[in-house]
C-alpha cells in the first residue's frame, strides 16, 4: 500500500517518545557513529559545615531555557534533531538496502564538509514513502523519499537535494521555528517540571510545535535553501545545475498529483524556486568550470 507522507509530518512531532538511539539501529550498521552514553557524574563533595547549599538546575529545565532563549547549544541542537528523527523513522521506515544507505551518507557527508557546519554529526537516510520529498533535522539529520530518489538522474542531482536540506540545517531553519513557536513558550514550563528525563521534555517541546512546524518554513527560507544546495553541490566538484534539474523534473509532474501534495502545501513551487535561483546566481556560474554528473557512480534503486 501507498504509504502517505500527510500524516508521517504530523507523527513526526507527535508519536510518543523515541529512543536516542533509535536512528543508529534502524541503519543496522550502516551510520558507524553512535550515540554515546552520557558520562556518569562524579560524586558531589561533601558540603562543609553549615555551608548553604545551591540547588541544582535540571537539565531539563536547561534545555528549555536554551531553546526558549534562542541560544541553544550544539549539543542540544543534536538531541532534538534524534527526538525528530526517532519519530520519523517510527511512522516512516528507512528503505531496507543497506548499499543505498550508505551511499547517500558518503554523498552526503561529503556535501556536507563543503558547509561552515562539516562538524555536525551528520547522518542522512532514503526512507519508505512514494512521495516527492525530503525533510531535514536540526544537529544534522536528513532524509528524502523513496519516490524523490527513484526521480534522480545522477550523482549530482542528489547532491543538490541534499544540499538543500544541509542548508536548512545549517541556517538552524527548524531550529528557529520551533524557538518561535508560542506554544512552547505557553506549556513548555508546564511540561518541563512534570516530566521524568530529559527526553520526555524534547519530546514535549517538539510535540507542541507541531502545528506551527507542520505548514512548512517560509518562502525565504526555501529560497535560501535553494542557494546553498546548489553552492554545496559545485563546491563538491558536482555540476552547479544539478538541484535545479530536479526542481525543473518536479515541476513536471501535475499539480493535482498525489506524490507532490505535500511537497507543493509546506514549500514554493518548482518554477518559482527556479526564478528565484535564476536571479540570484544571474550570470555567475558562467565561468565556473563544468562539475561532474556523477552518472556512472549513482546508485539505482531495483
Known amino acids: 500500500m501507498r504509504r502517505g507522507l500527510h500524516w508521517v509530518c504530523i507523527a513526526l512531532f507527535c508519536m510518543g517518545p523515541a529512543h536516542a538511539g533509535d536512528f543508529d539501529a534502524f541503519l543496522k550498521g550502516v551510520i558507524k557513529q553512535k550515540l554515546q552514553p552520557t558520562p556518569p557524574t562524579s560524586p558531589t563533595p561533601p558540603t562543609a559545615p553549615n555551608a548553604p547549599t545551591v540547588p541544582q538546575e535540571k537539565p531539563a529545565n536547561l534545555l528549555l531555557k536554551s531553546l526558549l532563549s534562542g541560544s541553544t547549544s550544539q549539543e542540544d541542537e543534536v538531541r532534538i534533531g534524534q527526538q525528530i528523527a526517532g519519530n520519523l523513522l517510527g511512522a516512516a521506515p528507512l528503505v531496507h538496502d543497506e548499499e543505498l544507505q550508505r551511499y547517500v551518507n558518503k554523498i552526503g557527508r561529503w556535501v556536507a564538509l563543503q558547509s561552515e557546519r562539516p562538524d555536525l554529526p551528520w547522518h542522512f537516510g532514503v526512507i519508505e514513502s512514494d512521495d516527492l520529498n525530503a525533510f531535514a533535522a536540526p544537529g544534522g539529520y536528513v532524509f528524502l523519499t523513496r519516490g524523490l530518489y527513484r526521480k534522480l538522474n545522477n550523482e549530482a542531482e542528489l547532491a543538490g537535494v541534499?544540499?538543500?536540506?544541509?542548508?536548512?540545517?545549517?541556517?538552524?531553519?527548524?531550529?528557529?521555528?520551533?524557538?518561535?513557536?508560542?506554544?512552547?513558550?505557553?506549556?513548555?514550563?508546564?511540561?518541563?517540571?512534570?516530566?521524568?528525563?530529559?527526553?520526555?521534555?524534547?519530546?514535549?517541546?517538539?510535540?507542541?510545535?507541531?502545528?506551527?512546524?507542520?505548514?512548512?518554513?517560509?518562502?525565504?527560507?526555501?529560497?535560501?535553501?535553494?542557494?546553498?544546495?546548489?553552492?554545496?553541490?559545485?563546491?563538491?566538484?558536482?555540476?552547479?545545475?544539478?538541484?535545479?534539474?530536479?526542481?525543473?523534473?518536479?515541476?513536471?509532474?501535475?499539480?493535482?498529483?498525489?506524490?507532490?501534495?505535500?511537497?507543493?502545501?509546506?514549500?514554493?513551487?518548482?518554477?518559482?524556486?527556479?526564478?528565484?535561483?535564476?536571479?540570484?546566481?544571474?550570470?555567475?556560474?558562467?565561468?565556473?568550470?563544468?562539475?561532474?554528473?556523477?552518472?556512472?557512480?549513482?546508485y539505482r534503486l531495483h
Open 162 to 298: 541534499l544540499g538543500h536540506e544541509i542548508g536548512h540545517v545549517i541556517r538552524k531553519h527548524q531550529l528557529k521555528l520551533l524557538q518561535k513557536s508560542q506554544a512552547i513558550a505557553a506549556v513548555g514550563a508546564y511540561f518541563s517540571s512534570r516530566a521524568r528525563n530529559e527526553s520526555q521534555v524534547v519530546q514535549n517541546l517538539i510535540g507542541n510545535g507541531a502545528e506551527i512546524v507542520a505548514r512548512g518554513l517560509d518562502k525565504d527560507a526555501e529560497f535560501e535553501a535553494d542557494r546553498i544546495g546548489l553552492v554545496l553541490g559545485a563546491r563538491a566538484g558536482y555540476d552547479a545545475y544539478g538541484l535545479p534539474s530536479v526542481l525543473a523534473e518536479i515541476g513536471h509532474v501535475a499539480k493535482n498529483d498525489k506524490s507532490v501534495s505535500l511537497l507543493f502545501k509546506t514549500h514554493p513551487l518548482p518554477e518559482d524556486r527556479l526564478g528565484q535561483l535564476s536571479a540570484a546566481v544571474g550570470t555567475r556560474l558562467d565561468g565556473l568550470a563544468e562539475g561532474q554528473s556523477g552518472a556512472a557512480r549513482f
